[in-house]
């Protein structure tokens, strides 16, 4: 079955410093993107990054970087120098095609709530 | 901005009741998705449209039902409304290609009393 776990509920970094979120994923399908979503309080999700499986570097977007482990499974998100703008939930999500060649869709971890102290 | 419009942005009803929610998607994403965020089940996929026709459905409440018409807008329709439908709802939106993301409307927080 397909799956994403994020295992820390909560975390709390100070300010500036880097923070590395978890996510592992389950799936037999060679095929598959992973991404990693913001939702701060008032609810929308950003899109903040994207890892495709066969793509051989990790993904950076500006602050952000995935840590892809492909033999173990894993997409950390690591956030480097951590802003107060950064306290909101992180969500990993997966996805896998369609049988009729389109995207399929997200399937998300239960999320991480990060709170940036001063 | 996503590009993706989800109408309306909030919504109170009561129970028994029948609501329909409404997305646009971005200019040219022929796949619409729909998501419920709600505190106990987290997110979960609800149903996708692929240029008009249902492409796979998820935990999708017989009471719920959606479709989208000929100028891709979609449509989620929930029927006889229960205290445990209220949530958020999210709509998105993609292109064919596996490795784009999937662009969000701002949702539709359903809050039935």
């Known amino acids: 079955a397909q799956k994403i776990t994020q295992t820390q509920p909560g975390m709390f970094v100070q300010e500036k410093e880097a923070v590395t979120l978890d996510c592992t994923y389950d799936?037999?399908?060679?095929?598959?993107?992973l991404f990693w979503y913001k939702q701060p309080s008032s609810g929308e999700m950003i899109f903040l990054i994207y890892q495709g499986s066969y793509d051989q570097q990790n993904a950076t977007e500006g602050r952000y970087s995935l840590n892809f482990q492909k033999a173990r499974k894993s997409a950390n998100l690591v956030i480097s120098a951590s802003q107060l703008g950064d306290s909101a939930m992180y969500f990993c999500?997966?996805?896998?095609?369609?049988?009729?060649?389109?995207?399929?869709?997200?399937?998300f971890g239960k999320g991480t709530k990060l709170s940036v102290k001063p | 901005d996503s590009g993706v419009t989800q109408t309306p942005k909030h919504l109170i009803t009561a129970t028994g009741q029948r609501v329909t929610l409404r997305c646009s998607p971005r200019?040219?994403?022929?796949?619409v998705y729909w998501y419920q965020q709600s505190l106990d089940q987290g997110l979960q996929f609800l149903i996708q449209?692929?240029?008009?026709?249902?492409?796979a459905k998820g935990n999708i409440l017989e009471r719920f039902s959606a479709q989208q018409f000929p100028d891709l807008h979609s449509e989620l329709n929930l029927s006889s409304l229960e205290l445990g439908d209220s949530a958020l709802y999210f709509c998105?939106?993609?292109?064919?290609?596996?490795?784009?993301?999937?662009?969000f409307g701002q949702g539709t927080r359903l809050t039935v009393v």
């Open positions: 799936t037999s399908d060679p095929s598959y993107g």
């Open positions: 449209y692929y240029n008009g026709e249902e492409r």
């Open positions: 200019s040219g994403d022929l796949s």
């Open positions: 999500a997966m996805r896998v095609m369609n049988y009729g060649g389109s995207q399929g869709n997200l399937i």
């Open positions: 998105a939106s993609s292109d064919r290609a596996l490795n784009t993301e999937a662009f």
